[in-house]
């Protein structure tokens, strides 16, 4: 059964290009449906244009409320937050 989750993120640093086109491409592959809510803002990652646009004019203290759809919320919720950590992406970017 499907299942509804909000959290809502506290952002520690700018998101970088990489985070933003990680967020892009996991939602291509993850089984469910997830969005982000800003103060001015409802963004759908699959929308990259306004994904881009959106997530760079936030600054570093800015919250995100994200609203996720499906069947495992719990695993799509730390798939997101692996996806907006600077230092992991990092990493994989050197590998």
Known sequence: M?????ETIQLENQLTMYEILSLHDYNQTVDGDF???TE???VAPRNLPKLVSTFLTLDETSELKVVIEGYDVNQIFTDIKAC???EEAEKV???
């Open 2 to 6: 499907k299942e509804i989750y909000t």
């Open 84 to 86: 907006i950590k600077e």
């Open 40 to 42: 001015h803002y409802v």
């Open 35 to 37: 969005y982000f809510i």
């Open 93 to 95: 970017a050197l590998v």
